[in-house]
């Protein structure tokens, strides 16, 4: 059963990786014009109401994405401290919400934090919960206990979730976790794939069993961080200023519009690239007229032409000490520490904001700046 389940999880890996470049690159454009209508300074609030609203909804469009791509290899877990105490209950409350059903949670305020993607755990989390009350339409509790153990591979908490409902029939138990099965009639069949997913991407484990006097019980154990939680801060947003010459390249129009006009509305002179023998032909021609770049952004896949990773190193040759940063829509593990490892400055996934953007570009120029001991020439 578990051979099947991985050999399902690696097609619908392959799909959602297919699916992910375009994707993004379309949430991109709709995340980054947002983010422009948004910074109008003479925006009407009953109309900036509007816009946020479609905003969080294009962030959480985005998040599909994510979600399909935890699947498969393609799913990266951005892993940090986090306060498990409160993302269970904060997550498991929400879940619940506006239904009949009574949360008794029982998680100590000494519980250890984890090492693991806020997000993704607060779905697994979400989706248990929800599992819970869709088997209980007419109400009832579910158990949310958690505690601090210590196994011989180290230190863990084991999180476990009862429900009073009816139960899983043994025959469906050991299918609960396959991709697409459902008993539901408007069920997806991925809540518990995805969640299952996740705990074993965090190198943990996600257990389902049958309560001897009737409910199912789900049981989480991941590994107990050694470092305390990190406090998410939220500092008040300062306008963003660049200044100087920086080169965009990316296949999709709209998405090099738009990201155009992010940069330029911070301060920026934009030079445009549809691939990277273009990008090439701009960066030595902007060096040859003595008006070099002061950064460049690479998309990293590039339909029919030359992408950022194949174009690197004759750029850096063309623009040496110029920052380099890769942009993509299909994340994947140990992208990011290969790309610095080849010498770009940063990666930047897409959909980005118009804020990350603009902060990311006047971020790696001031840097480069201080390298070379003073601004570089505009």
Not at 195 to 222: D, K, Q, T
């Amino acid at each position: 059963a578990q051979t099947a389940r991985a050999s399902l999880l690696r097609s619908l890996g392959v799909l959602a990786g297919g699916l992910a470049h375009d994707f993004n690159n379309l949430m991109s454009v709709v995340i980054g014009r947002l983010s422009l209508a948004l910074d109008e300074p003479a925006l009407g609030a009953d109309v900036r109401h509007l816009l946020q609203g479609a905003e969080c909804s294009a962030h959480r469009a985005s998040d599909l994405s994510r979600r399909l791509l935890t699947l498969s290899k393609g799913g990266v877990c951005d892993l940090r401290p986090i306060d498990a105490r409160k993302l269970i209950l904060e997550t498991a409350e929400f879940a619940l919400s506006g239904s009949r059903v009574v949360l008794e949670a029982s998680v100590p305020e000494g519980l250890w934090p984890v090492n693991g993607d806020t997000l993704q755990l607060s779905q697994v989390v979400a989706n248990i919960s929800l599992n819970a009350r869709q088997a209980m339409p007419n109400g009832g509790t579910l158990a949310v206990t958690a505690r601090n153990i210590e196994l011989d591979s180290g230190r863990h908490i084991c999180v476990e979730f009862t429900d009073t409902g009816p139960g899983i029939p043994d025959e469906l138990l050991r299918r609960i976790f396959e991709p697409y099965f459902t008993t539901k009639d408007d069920g997806s069949g991925l809540g518990l794939a995805v969640s299952i997913a996740i705990i074993e991407r965090h190198a943990g484990r996600l257990e389902a069993s049958n309560r001897p006097g009737g409910g199912a019980c789900f049981r989480i154990h991941l590994r107990a961080s050694g470092r305390p939680a990190s406090e998410a801060e939220t500092p008040p947003p300062q306008p963003i200023r660049g200044t100087g010459r920086v080169l965009v390249m990316d296949d999709e129009p709209e998405v090099l519009s738009t990201a155009t006009l992010i940069l330029e509305r911070a301060g920026f002179e934009v030079l445009q690239a549809r691939d990277g023998a273009q990008a090439l032909e701009l960066a030595r021609a902007a060096h040859g007229n003595g008006r070099p770049l002061r950064a460049a952004l690479l998309d990293l896949n590039v339909k029919g032409g030359l992408g950022g990773g194949e174009v690197f190193g004759d750029l850096r040759r063309a623009a040496p000490g110029v920052p380099v940063v890769a942009s993509t829509g299909f994340m994947t593990p140990g992208l990011e520490r290969d790309l610095l490892d080849q010498g770009f400055t940063a990666l930047l996934p897409k959909p980005y904001t118009g804020r990350t953007l603009a902060k990311m570009m006047a971020g790696v120029v001031q840097e480069a700046g201080k390298v070379s001991g003073g601004a570089a020439s505009p």
